[in-house]
């Protein structure tokens, strides 16, 4: 499947240019207004596209005059005609205003999709990352 014709992948792209350009907005238009996130940070759990909105809001106002580079790795998409599943390797990367790369960290993001129209919208979404057993430590860099 080509990526043009890949929900999973344009969310993805969808996702990466609204959080570089703090556009909540943008960001939130991703997601069904009934959204379920398990997300890695703060909370167990959001339901619901305001609780959803309000983490985006936290999230781009706390960047203050930094931007996040978002890369995406090892993505995996099948995708049917009405639900489409997907997963990848993100690597979240805060970048000065002047463009110095000052710290990143990686996630693990599942996504589940669904189409709404001509137009498709991710009702789950889980990131993750492993924990390192003796520690019980988040592990925010992959190892190679």
């Given at each position: 499947?080509?990526?043009?014709?890949?929900?999973?992948?344009?969310?993805?792209?969808?996702?990466?240019?609204?959080?570089?350009?703090?556009?909540?907005?943008?960001?939130?238009?991703?997601?069904?207004?009934?959204?379920?996130?398990?997300?890695?940070?703060?909370?167990?759990?959001?339901?619901?596209?305001?609780?959803?909105?309000?983490?985006?809001?936290?999230?781009?106002?706390?960047?203050?005059?930094?931007?996040?580079?978002?890369?995406?790795?090892?993505?995996?998409?099948?995708?049917g005609?009405?639900?489409?599943?997907?997963?990848?390797?993100?690597?979240?990367?805060?970048?000065?205003?002047?463009?110095?790369?000052?710290r990143?960290?990686?996630?693990?993001?599942t996504?589940?999709l669904?189409?709404?129209?001509?137009?498709?919208?991710i009702?789950?979404?889980?990131?993750?990352?492993p924990?390192e057993?003796?520690?019980?430590?988040?592990?925010?860099?992959?190892?190679a």
């Amino acid at each position: 499947m080509n990526q043009e014709m890949n929900p999973v992948s344009d969310a993805l792209a969808r996702y990466k240019a609204a959080a570089y350009s703090k556009d909540v907005d943008a960001f939130v238009a991703l997601y069904a207004d009934d959204v379920h996130v398990f997300d890695m940070w703060n909370q167990w759990e959001l339901r619901g596209i305001d609780a959803w909105r309000g983490m985006a809001q936290g999230w781009f106002g706390s960047l203050g005059t930094e931007r996040v580079v978002i890369d995406f790795s090892d993505v995996v998409a099948t995708v049917g005609a009405d639900i489409a599943l997907g997963h990848a390797t993100v690597t979240y990367t805060a970048v000065s205003a002047e463009g110095k790369d000052l710290r990143s960290l990686d996630n693990r993001m599942t996504l589940a999709l669904r189409r709404a129209g001509a137009t498709w919208k991710i009702f789950h979404e889980h990131t993750s990352g492993p924990i390192e057993h003796k520690s019980l430590k988040g592990m925010i860099k992959r190892s190679a």
